[in-house]
Each structure stands twice: as structure tokens, then as C-alpha cells.
């Protein structure tokens, strides 16, 4: 398994833009899609955006893909979830996970590693 850090959480006010990043350490992502996921307090985890990375195809939550970006460095073995325009309804703990390529990039269980989580705070 790969291990997984988020970081780039914190406190804004609304309409304001994070940049969420996800380093991989132990392996690189090469042959992995890795993925971000949400989970507010009494809610299901989300799915929000994934990247596989042998190809760079792209995949989004409809709901969020207007304002959400997905991108990777490859140099430094890092997926970046770039968040624009937020709301106080994107507030969350956000998680980066790792998974086989072949998986289904939506479901959480498709992914085998998982970050400790980051917390967004959105306030009105």
C-alpha cells in the first residue's frame, strides 16, 4: 500500500479558493487512480473528483466539477484538488485515498489506502 498526506485545509469565507494536496510516500502513484473524498459530519463519505494516473483521465462529482480541479505533479508524486467558489455546504473532512486503476474511481471502497483526512471549513 501507499501511504497518503493531505494537507492545504483550513478556514475560509465563502466564495474563497484551497488547494488541497495529497503526497504520496513508500511508492509512487503510478500505477493507481487516486481519488478524493468528503464526509461531513452525519453524512455518507462523497465522492469528489480521481485521477488515474497512467493515463491523467479525469473524473469529477457532477455536482462539483464546475468548481473543483483535479491535477497531479508527477515530479513530486502529488495529486492536487484545487476548490473555487466555495460554500459553507463544502465543508468536510477531505480525504485523498489510492486505489487500483481498474476500480471504480466513484466508490470508496474501490480504494485501499486512505489519508488521515483534512478539514475544510467553510464559513457564510
Known amino acids: 500500500q501507499v501511504q497518503l498526506v493531505e494537507s492545504g485545509g483550513g478556514l475560509v469565507q465563502a466564495g474563497g479558493s484551497l488547494r488541497l494536496s495529497c503526497a504520496a510516500s513508500g511508492r509512487t502513484f503510478s500505477n493507481y487512480a487516486v481519488g478524493w473524498f468528503r464526509q461531513a459530519p452525519g453524512k455518507e463519505r462523497e465522492f469528489v473528483a480521481a485521477?488515474?494516473?497512467?493515463?491523467?483521465?479525469?473524473y469529477y462529482a457532477d455536482s462539483l466539477k464546475a468548481r473543483f480541479t483535479i491535477s497531479r505533479d508527477n515530479a513530486k508524486n502529488t495529486v492536487y484538488l484545487q476548490m473555487d467558489s466555495l460554500k459553507p455546504e463544502d465543508t468536510a473532512l477531505y480525504y485523498c485515498?489510492?486505489?487500483?486503476?481498474?476500480?471504480?474511481?466513484?466508490?470508496?471502497?474501490?480504494?485501499?489506502?486512505w489519508g488521515q483526512g483534512t478539514q475544510v471549513t467553510v464559513s457564510s
Open positions: 485521477i488515474r494516473w497512467s493515463t491523467g483521465w479525469l
Open positions: 485515498a489510492a486505489g487500483d486503476q481498474s476500480g471504480n474511481y466513484y466508490t470508496a471502497r474501490s480504494y485501499d489506502s
